[in-house]
């Protein structure tokens, strides 16, 4: 694919490896950020660093959204800094441009985008892509995915996106907007489920004086289930992925009157072994 401008919102592990990924592809890479830190890092990585979204918006054909949706009280992500930074992006976009959001947002979140823009500014196509990135592996883990997923309802901005990736895996898959948002929140809770029943069968193992490292290092060895996140001796799940993504598929399960006992068994599992 031919050389594009991208801009990059939001510096943090997420959109210094969106950045780096595709800088290395030979595309040029504008960023901005509000935190100083964040900048005096990316001018350490020779990027573009803009003053503010007007320059990034006037000199970017694609830009991805990476900045914080922490998490609420009753479980939900705080989508409220990606639909301020959407908004003042359509009102200042006046050429064709593709707007993906990386932050992990709640299920639905991208078709209002996709309509408050309709309204506002037909020029500006808005897609979805998760990002699948562990913190402590991000760069590497942006260069060799196990799969890109594209949400979307305009397939000419999907398969250009598609494009832009196509040197990083053949696994691209293209799927409706909640299916995306979706897949981000049920992989993260799968892995917290494996977490959760590897601590339940080391309790077991405590009871029957077995080995857990190596009854769940028999399990693992399953190609049907594989080793990951399996380890009886990690504890408890914790960090800024698995316990934030698992409370939101909780409360959208709640929200929709979806039978939700075994997910919020995961948590309840993770909870009684932090006091064990």
């Given at each position: 694919m031919q050389q594009m401008r991208i801009g990059i919102i939001g510096f943090g592990y997420v959109g210094s490896a969106v950045a780096d990924g595709f800088r290395k592809s030979g595309h040029v890479i504008y960023v901005y950020d509000i935190a100083a830190a964040a900048i005096k890092r990316a001018r350490g990585e020779k990027y573009f660093v803009c003053a503010g979204l007007p320059e990034l918006v006037t000199n970017s054909e694609v830009i991805f959204i990476c900045v914080p949706t922490p998490s609420m009280p009753d479980g939900r992500n705080d989508s409220t800094i990606v639909k301020k930074t959407v908004e003042t992006i359509a009102r200042l976009c006046e050429k064709e441009t593709i707007l993906v959001i990386k932050s992990t947002i709640m299920v639905g979140t991208t078709d209002k985008l996709i309509k408050m823009v309709r309204v506002r500014n037909k020029s500006l196509q808005v897609l979805v892509n998760p990002e699948f990135l562990t913190a402590r592996n991000a760069h590497n883990d942006f260069l060799n995915p196990d799969r890109i997923v594209i949400g979307g309802r305009n397939a000419e901005?999907?398969?250009?996106?598609?494009?832009?990736?196509?040197?990083?895996?053949k696994n691209i898959l293209l799927v409706d907007p909640s299916t995306a948002e979706l897949a981000k929140y049920a992989s993260n809770s799968f892995l917290a489920a494996k977490v959760s029943f590897a601590n339940q069968i080391k309790l077991i193992?405590?009871?029957v004086d077995a080995n857990p490292a190596e009854v769940m290092k028999i399990v693992g060895l399953d190609r049907r289930i594989g080793p990951s996140h399996l380890n009886p001796n990690m504890g408890p799940f914790s960090g800024g992925c698995l316990p934030k993504d698992l409370d939101a598929l909780i409360f959208e399960t709640s929200k929709e009157g979806v039978d939700n006992c075994l997910i919020c068994a995961v948590r309840k599992i993770n909870e009684d072994i932090k006091k064990s």
């Open positions: 901005s999907m398969n250009k996106l598609k494009g832009l990736y196509k040197k990083f895996s193992c405590l009871r």
